[in-house]
Structure formats: C-alpha cells, structure tokens
C-alpha cells in the first residue's frame, strides 16, 4: 500500500468490507505499539533508562504525528535567527539529524562545503532534508548520525558546537535538552485520533505536557474555526503553553540552471506539480491558492528515490498536460539535480520560508531564556 493510499484507509475516506478488516487489524497493531511507547515514556520519566546531558544548549524541533508538519522551515528559521542575530552571535550551532534511509553511520555537511564536494555527500549518504537544511542555514554544519547522543559528541568535539538544534526530536529521549519545540500541522494536527498504524500519531497527545512551545503550520489552509479548536486541544494538555501560528509562504521559484524567478511569472500559466513529501496536498493546494493552473500531478511517496526512469515518466506527462514547467519542492529538487537527465528538463522548485501570522515574540523570547542560562538543560 502506498501513502495515498494508507492515508485514505486510516482517515476512512476508503469504505468497504476488506477496508474495514485492514483497518482492525491495524487497530490492533496501535494498542501494541502505543503500549510499547507508554512503556517506554515511562522508563524515561522515572529515569530508569539513561539520559545524557552534553555540555551545549539543546532545543528539539519536533512533532507527535508521523509525515510532514513543516519542522524544516522552524529548524531552518531557528538557525538562521541563532546565527545571525548580533545579540547571539556567540553562539555556534550545529543541527542534529537522523538522516532517514541514509547510507552511512555517521557524517556531517555543511553550505560552505564547494558544490561538487556536498554532491558527494549527498550520493554517499542519500539524504534529502540534511542536504536541504545544509543550503538553508549557511555556516551551519549538519551532523547526521541516528544516535542522537553520539551525534551531539560529534558536533561538539569535532565543530565547537554549543548550540545543538535537534531535528526531529521529540521522541529521542536519550539526549536531554533545554527546549522543546513542537510543530503541529493545522491540516492534520493529531493524526486522525490514533496510534500508528491505525492513525499517524507517534505517541498520545497527552505527551505535549513535555513540549515547552507550540508551533502551528500551514495556517492559511484551515479556517479560524479549526484553528481555535486545536489551541484549545492543546491549552487543555497543558495551559499556559506558548502557541505561534505560521504558514509556509513562497518566496520564489529557482529553476534547474539556477535562475530565481518571481512568483507572479507564472500567475494563471499551467505547471505541473510532483512530491515526495509528507503532506503533498499542503504543497499543490499551495500552488493552487497562489492561482497556478496545476494542469497535472503526480505524488510519491515521502522521501521517495528518484531516478532518471522517475524524471523521464514526469517528461512525459508534464508534456501531455500542456504545462511550461516541472515545479516540485526544495526537499525533492535537492535529490533530483543529482540526476544525469534533470537539466535537461523545465525543472524548478517552489522555495518557501516560515512567516509567523502570531505568537513569534513569545516563541523568541523563550528561546533567548534559553540561550542564555534562564532555562536549564532538562531531562525530557
């Protein structure tokens, strides 16, 4: 079963009598798996399992459903806004990753690598998001190692690090921090209301009493209504936790051969959209509230393989809907400019930036608390 086609059957868009039996059985697979993550939490909260702390300010980016709330642009905006604010320039932070489906066991990158050098990593180690953080956040290097704690070591010892930014790191226990930061996607903010598999959440809502922030994303794509109904979720969890609101706003289009271009050139033309994210339909009805004329579309699954069969199938079918150019993600493009035929295509990506809508000076002021010794390194 595909993505598409897994989401469909857990949020009951797909109806029928083998639907409904898949479903049971992945119901009951969830109890399971949501004993085995109570099991663990608790362990962690009694501190029978070990929890390491590290000589650097840790915050953790992170998010309580599985497929993409849009942590990359939080952890990106964060770097960014460590690395270059004048009043925090003492800080040196290195992002931790996990780097899903990669290669090696450990490795890092980093912007100021050259581009045939940072190419090779990204053969190497077949990653998309630490490829794509490392272009985002200039000077910063990205540490790739599944153990968080080693990870941590590593951008310590080898880089001078004292600011470690931990993607994805709610669930990874092992290393204590500073700040917790969650990520909440408005279109699917608690995974349909169940476990994985029978629902996309990696552990019960309840566990939001650890996170110190909330970030809501994609914003502009729900109403009001649905939105002061998950704040009030939340504020039911814990109450006085802090809540921003975002969205992912583009920015411009970079094509292939390296042309930025503006988003108005291609207001009202026909382009054909492709992803292999965690939440494509946040990224075409982006496109299609930006009034582009999405002729076609074709989704895979999240941190999909390309090939060169993939991009010349897409070829085809941009060609057969009439459109005037191949538009996907940052993310995807990362991977796919790698590709002996990619140049030879009209391929470009939507480059998109996080812009907070409220919340942004509460979120700030408690990170600089943390930056600067008010808020001490816990076990979380």
Known sequence: ???DGYIKLISGQTKGFWASLVYVVLCALSKIYSAIISFRNYVYDKHIFTIHRVEAIVISIGNITAGGTGKTPIVSWLCNLISTDQRLNEYKVAILTRGYKTRCSSCAMNSSDD???LQCKMRDTQVDEPALLAEKCPGVNVVINPDRVIGASEAIGKYNSNVLVMDDGFQHRRLARNLDII???ATCPFGYGKIIPAGLLREPISSLKRAHAVVITRCDQVSEEKLKEIEEILRNIKPEIPIARSIHKAVYIKTIDDKQIELEKFKNKKVFAFCGIGNPDSF???LKNMDYDVAGSKIYDDHH?????????LAKLSKDSGAEILLTTQKDFTKIRLLESAGNLPLAYLAIEIEFLS???RLRSLIEDTLTGKISQIDM
């Open 1 to 3: 079963m595909n993505q």
């Open 115 to 117: 581009e045939s050098n």
């Open 305 to 313: 393989d390309y090939t060169n069969s993939c991009l010349n199938e």
């Open 359 to 361: 919340g942004q000076e």
């Open 183 to 185: 990520a909440i996607d």
């Open 284 to 286: 075409i009805n982006s």
